[in-house]
């Protein structure tokens, strides 16, 4: 099951498959990017599940939109998405494209939301495995999270001595 049922993305099992696939053919350069979105969870379990399900088809649309098809989209888990990129200086202007669309509060069933965005980047160096590839970007994207109200935050060795 490569699909996430709410999405209709490519979900987690088929960004890992992939990364071992890329990794093997180590002479394609790409970067990983891992997109997180905070404050949109409600106290009302009932409207949290609803409210929830429509904005992460929200922000699915609207990645594939931003996208235009260039590079491969997909859910993650929770409220993380990611994005592989063939170049890396593509990932700089995705991640502040993406930001910029969430810089005003998004409508959703009349609630007005304001979503803060997170963007880890990894840009991939021959010899590292998938998962850790997959741990960088997330490592990334937490320091953007810890850094910013919004933005991103490319990997460097030196986030693993913040850890």
């Known amino acids: 099951a490569y699909k996430d049922g709410i999405t209709k993305l ?5 960004l890992l498959e992939t990364l071992n696939l890329v990794v093997i053919e180590s002479s394609i350069h790409f970067s990983l990017l891992m997109i997180g979105f905070n404050n949109y969870r409600m106290e009302d379990d009932y409207h949290q599940y609803n409210i929830s399900k429509d904005i992460l088809t929200h922000i699915a649309y609207n990645l594939i939109n931003l996208n235009q098809e260039r590079y491969e989209i997909g859910f993650y888990t929770g409220d993380i998405f990611y994005a592989l990129l063939d170049h890396s200086d ?3 202007t995705f991640s502040n494209n993406i ?3 969430y810089g005003e509060p998004v409508t959703i069933d009349s609630l007005s939301l304001d979503l803060s965005i997170h963007v880890g980047i990894y840009d991939f160096v021959y010899g590292t495995s998938a998962l850790d590839t997959l741990s960088y970007a ?14 991103y935050t490319t990997f460097s060795e030196d986030l693993l001595k913040t850890l």
């Not at 490519?10 to 088929?14: A, D, E």
């Not at 997330?138 to 919004?150: G, N, S, V």
């Open 138 to 151: 997330e490592i990334a994207m937490y320091q953007a999270r810890k850094d910013k109200d919004m933005g």
């Open 90 to 92: 593509d990932a700089t």
């Open 99 to 101: 930001v910029d669309l």
């Open 10 to 14: 490519n979900n987690k099992n088929y």
